[in-house]
């Protein structure tokens, strides 16, 4: 879900400090799970990080096992 993350943030033409303050996540945090070395991401983060994207949360999340 990380690589699907980093790439629509990147067709948005956002960077990673300008998604981060969009949706309240620490910049840190967010690297990691564009890294996706975050481990237990919650629903709610990944409903913040599609807001600030503009897009649905199944985007992030389809195709996913």
Known sequence: MGKRIKEKREEKGLTIDELALKCGI????????????????????IFMIAEALDIHPSNLVKGLD
Do not use: D, M, Q
Request: net charge positive.
């Open 26 to 45: 620490r910049k840190i945090y967010l690297r990691k799970i564009e890294a996706g070395e975050a481990y237990g991401l919650s629903t709610t983060k």
